[in-house]
């Protein structure tokens, strides 16, 4: 009789949990070999709302696959520091979250490089700081250079160790006397790669010659993968990332690199829901993956689609579009297409950063806007091999750090264009590739799309926040942004 | 006589260099501090003086395919011009080159004091986007020389203006299918007084201009047998892609093909 009376409630309740489990996200976190399938779409929320990843032909199994297995001893897979909730990268937040869940046992603080330096006690917290805070994983680099490009090296500076707060820079096993030099970076972001592969020009105009062919393919190179630029192609960037990040001892299958590279070329990434600004392809707007996914690329923005008129239909919404938004919703609308403006439009004197103002020919200063730099029309990475010298690891722009290396980088040939013949900073970037003292702090510009998700920014997580990022922009080139560009920006940068 | 006459010429010749403000058509060479005028059109759009200090003239020397640097003094060569506008305040040169010296300057840069400066205008030597399919060079092909141009005393190959001279040399060859390119640096080593600086380029310059063009052609045309060569003493010649510019004409490889 009871039960009778509340069947239609239970029948309800039943349906309710139904719907939730349908619409439940998936977990976050993707460890390694829990055998789930990736599917054609992805979403995950962040702070500025929901990421979207697209699968081309997808969905996939990911039992069996190498980005995903842990194939290595230490328990990692591709997917630990490529975490689809985090853009394709690793937000330091999502290392705290995992330091709390597992109280430091997960894979990812692996000795080698999870944490500030082997040497360390591993079950301390604090010997982990550099990643928990920063998002940073340690980089060992060979040195002297001795090779790049498939032609022999010879470095025209030195590089002595002024301060080594984590000891991977000094001793008998760690630093340039030992024939290593450890800098700390951020995980580029794997995906949207059709756009960081690709090819506008045949000419590097920041080093002054042709592109240089893939070893493989033999199609000129984008120059575009690696913070120091060091692997030529998606192989050379996996054997490097496999036998250290996973401590792979073996080399990767040419079956596990197609695989891998067949995996990476179909995934397509970008913020798809604002939460102040509403779905980012509506009110005729195209944000998210599905335009990426759709466009050519390589393409320069400022002869062809300007980067981020993704927005451009924000510019100017009618009052019959206007009226079916909240006010929050419009003000925020407004102010991404503004930011997309001012990103555009808004000059500053570019002043003191190789690569730009050395030796292109643009001259020292050059007047420009931020989409000098990030050129590429849907991606706002360099339609050029990328490696510049905006200052961020390099003093004196870059901001003071005290658990970071320092290096003291003396120029044994020219002096460098802009710091002379002696100088400091805590990675020398590009130049630990070509061994040329002028491409000393050169860092490769990255993709800026899912952004939102991957917290902190800059090679070294320098930029806390969106707006971190605007104002270290703006103290290094003294802008004079308006708090409204600012946060025009900030709102722009959420969306991509 | 003939000697006292060549002698007059010479000096007549050498008078705007110095002594005298120079007039329309003049080719002037001079060493200087750059000095940048923040005239704001957009992109690009700032301005570029020098003075001329043997006879304080003071030269827009923007339109040059490379420019300054303002910590760096700078070796200046240009043509002056008619041009009445002066959109930067000070008498244009045209064609004009401005090669970035070691010696170190005071950075000093004017605000635009009501000039507009110069909207940026793509330079007509600009290389083509590789998704733009291009018309292969007609034939018949048959020797050839292709010059590259490079700033005083550097290899690099300068970006709107070297690369695009380079590219249209590649372009060729693809089409013509030499049996060999020699790649031949040049420098300008002979030591010469300018503005009381003695300049002379390094001997090794020029087989750095040999092997940068000889590497890109290595890249853009894989299995091209390529040989380098260098000369030192290199002197001015004409050649129309140096714009009317003796030092330019100096400093610079030449890609031949051969067959």
């Known amino acids: 009789m009871t039960l009778i009376r509340f069947r239609p409630l239970l029948a309800a309740a039943a349906l309710l949990v139904l719907a939730a489990a349908q619409k439940a996200p998936p977990p976050r976190w993707w460890s390694p070999g829990e055998g789930r399938s990736f599917p054609a779409t992805l979403d995950y929320a962040n702070e500025h709302g929901t990421q979207r990843s697209l699968l081309v032909g997808g969905p996939m199994p990911t039992k069996g696959h190498p980005f995903f297995e842990p194939i290595g001893p230490n328990g990692r897979a591709c997917v630990t520091c490529h975490q689809p909730a985090d853009g394709m990268s690793l937000s330091a937040a999502t290392a705290r979250q995992r330091w709390d869940e597992t109280r430091g046992r997960d894979p990812l603080f692996a000795a080698s490089d999870g944490s500030n330096c082997p040497s360390l006690p591993q079950s301390e917290k604090a010997s982990h700081s550099l990643l928990l805070e920063r998002g940073l994983i340690r980089i060992q680099r060979p040195w002297p250079v001795r090779e790049w490009q498939g032609k022999p090296v010879t470095p025209d500076f030195t590089i002595d160790v002024v301060r080594d707060p984590n000891g991977c820079n000094s001793g008998e096993k760690y630093g340039p006397k030992a024939g290593n030099v450890s800098v700390y970076r951020r995980p580029r972001p794997v995906s949207n790669f059709k756009y960081l592969l690709a090819v506008g020009f045949a000419y590097d105009p920041k080093q002054g010659i042709a592109l240089p062919r893939d070893p493989d393919s033999g199609a000129m190179q984008s120059g575009n993968l690696m913070a120091d630029n060091r692997a030529r192609n998606l192989r050379e960037q996996m054997e490097d990332a496999s036998s250290t990040h996973l401590e792979f001892a073996k080399h990767l299958t040419p079956a596990q690199i197609d695989r891998i590279t067949d995996f990476e070329m179909r995934l397509y990434t970008a913020q798809q829901v604002s939460k102040q600004g509403g779905a980012l392809d509506s009110g005729g707007a195209t944000g998210g993956p599905a335009k990426l996914r759709d466009s050519e690329p390589g393409a320069l923005g400022s002869i062809g689609t300007p980067v981020w008129s993704e927005y451009a239909a924000w510019e100017k919404i009618s009052s019959e579009d206007a009226a079916k938004l909240t006010p929050e919703q419009l003000a925020f609308r407004q102010s991404v297409a503004r930011g997309a403006r001012t990103f555009r439009d808004k000059t500053f004197l570019i002043t003191d950063s190789s690569g730009i103002n050395s030796p292109v020919g643009f001259g020292n200063p050059v007047r420009n806007s931020c989409v000098f730099c990030h050129n590429m029309a849907q991606m706002g990475n360099d339609v050029a091999p990328g490696q510049v010298d905006l200052g961020t690891t390099t003093l004196p722009y870059a901001d003071p750090f005290d658990d970071l290396p320092l290096f003291r980088i003396t120029c044994l040939k020219a002096p460098h264009p802009f710091y002379g013949r002696t100088f400091y900073t805590y990675d020398p970037g590009f130049a630990l590739t070509t061994g040329r003292c002028a491409d000393a702090g050169k860092i490769t510009l990255q993709s800026m799309r899912g952004l939102a998700a991957r917290a902190p920014y800059f090679s070294n997580g320098l930029a806390k926040d969106l707006r971190a990022v605007v104002d270290y922009y703006e103290r290094r080139y003294n802008i004079s942004y308006t708090e409204r560009e600012k946060q025009d920006l900030v709102n722009l940068m959420s969306v991509l | ?259």
């Not at chain 2, 089409?175 to 040049?186: I, S």
């Open chain 2, 1 to 259: 006589m003939k000697n006292l006459s060549k002698l007059s010429t010479l000096i007549a010749l050498a008078a705007p260099l110095s002594a005298f403000a120079a007039e329309t058509g003049d080719y002037v060479r001079f060493v200087s501090c750059p000095v940048y005028r923040d005239a704001d059109s957009g992109k690009k759009s700032g301005c570029w003086l020098a003075d001329e200090r043997a006879s304080g003239k003071r030269y827009d020397v923007s339109q040059s395919p490379y420019k300054p640097d303002w910590n760096r003094a700078v070796l200046v060569e240009g043509l002056v011009t008619a041009d009445s506008t002066a959109p930067c305040g000070s008498t244009v040169l045209n064609p004009v080159r401005t090669s970035i010296l070691s010696e170190p300057c005071q950075r000093h840069m004017l605000p635009a004091e009501g000039h507009p400066g110069r909207k940026f205008v793509l330079p007509a030597r600009n290389l083509t986007p590789l998704s733009v399919p291009r018309k292969p060079p007609a034939g018949p092909f048959a020797a050839r020389t292709f010059p590259v141009f490079f700033e005083f005393d550097r290899a690099f190959v300068v970006y709107q203006y070297s690369d695009f001279l380079l590219d249209n040399a590649a372009q060729w060859i693809i089409a013509a299918k030499p049996a060999k390119v020699v790649v031949t640096g040049y420098a300008a080593t002979d030591p010469e007084s300018v503005s009381g600086v003695t300049l002379a380029e390094r001997p090794e310059v020029a087989l750095e201009r040999a092997e940068i063009v000889a590497e890109s052609l290595r890249r853009l045309i894989p299995g091209l047998i390529i040989e380098t060569r260098m000369k030192t003493g290199a002197k001015p010649a004409d050649l129309p892609d140096a714009d009317g510019l003796p030092g330019q004409s100096q400093r610079r490889a030449e890609i031949s093909a051969e067959f």
